[in-house]
């Protein structure tokens, strides 16, 4: 009887395992991302890791299944479907990992669906951790990011579909469906491609000095206010013939972190222990208001002209208090993309 006994106990055990203990409420939800004709610049001197193309996609994300309280069985998964494998060596938004599309020299990053915020999302990894502590966020919008990954993009591809699904259960369990919290479906192509496009170059230099400024001046002022220090960036947009009338968006790109709470905030790249000034960061301003990061709608040209003029300020920025001497250093870039 003891045998017996000892026998029901493990299978009650393992059966046990299995059973996920996170908490749901909603409804799996799943996603069309369409790239189709989306443009795209083959021009063979874009250096591996530039952007070519980006879409983001809000509606049924902010109700997607959302999960909490999971237990140490359980995991957070995000899973491509077959031949979504990491593009070696290359590194795009973020610097992060950049995953192949099935086209030569086109990947592509998608974005977390349970971290970061509009003003600063998350590119997601594949892969599972632990999803004990985890809990859904308050994610409204999925960007995906198209990557170039290889010298030369093969134009003669026509596309391909794919799926990324977000997940939370137990680990061994994670493909059932009851597990789905967001899936999206990827059609990638056909795309238009382009070898000559506009043309973005910073006027003032692509390094901006920003004058020293007392600690005590930024101590004193409120957040966000304009000091002496502040210096002007103007980019030239020049265009060639056959672009000149056609749609464009332009966004900014933060390469360093920016912060994902304000507008237009960067955050300083250099520690307090490295030299870095403590809570101290750089504003950029259009006219009178931040910019806003990774906004692929606010800022347009519905019919661009050979040549147009943007610009912006750079200005330091009191993050918190204590506000410490030391160094600020920040990097963003501006992306444009013809519609």
């Not at 990954?149 to 794919?162: H, Q, S, V, Y």
């Not at 409120?222 to 103007?234: F, L, P, V, Y």
Request: hydrophobic share 40%.
């Amino acid at each position: 009887m003891k045998k017996i006994v000892l026998l029901i106990g493990l299978l009650f055990f393992c059966y046990q395992s299995a059973i996920a203990a996170c908490s749901y409420t909603g409804t799996d939800q799943k996603i069309n991302f369409n790239f189709k004709n989306v443009k795209i610049l083959s021009d063979d001197s874009l250096p591996t890791g530039t952007v070519l193309a980006v879409k983001k996609v809000g509606g049924n994300v902010a109700s997607m299944k959302k999960f909490s309280n999971c237990s140490a069985n359980d995991v957070y998964a995000i899973i491509g479907s077959a031949g979504l494998v990491e593009a070696p060596g290359v590194r795009g938004v973020q610097a992060g990992i950049v995953y192949e599309t099935g086209i030569s020299g086109i990947g592509f990053q998608i974005s977390d669906a349970i971290t970061g915020t509009n003003l600063r999302p998350v590119t997601a990894v594949f892969g599972s951790v632990p999803a004990q502590g985890l809990s859904s966020g308050n994610v409204e919008q999925i960007t995906v990011w198209l990557i170039k990954t290889a010298d030369k993009i093969d134009t003669n591809e026509t596309g391909n579909n794919a799926t990324v699904s977000f997940r939370a259960g137990p680990a061994n369990q994670i493909q059932k469906s009851e597990y789905l919290l967001l899936q999206i479906n990827l059609a990638f192509g056909p795309f238009t491609f382009k070898q000559t496009s506009c043309d973005v170059t910073p006027m003032t230099g692509s390094t901006v000095l920003l004058p020293k400024i007392e600690a005590k001046v930024l101590r004193n002022g409120a957040s966000g206010m304009k000091t002496d220090s502040q210096r002007e960036i103007i980019l030239s947009i020049v265009c060639p013939d056959e672009s000149v009338g056609s749609s464009y968006i332009y966004w900014f790109n933060p390469i360093t972190d920016n912060s994902p709470t304000v507008n237009g905030v960067l955050l300083n790249s250099i520690s307090a222990i490295a030299g870095g000034a403590k809570n101290v960061g750089v504003i950029i301003k259009m006219g009178t208001a931040a910019i806003k990061f990774y906004d692929y709608s606010s800022y347009k040209y519905a019919s661009i002209g050979p040549r147009e003029v943007i610009s912006l300020t750079a200005d330091y920025y009191k993050l918190a208090t204590p506000v410490e001497h030391g160094e600020v250093h920040a990097i963003f870039e501006i992306v444009l993309q013809e519609e």
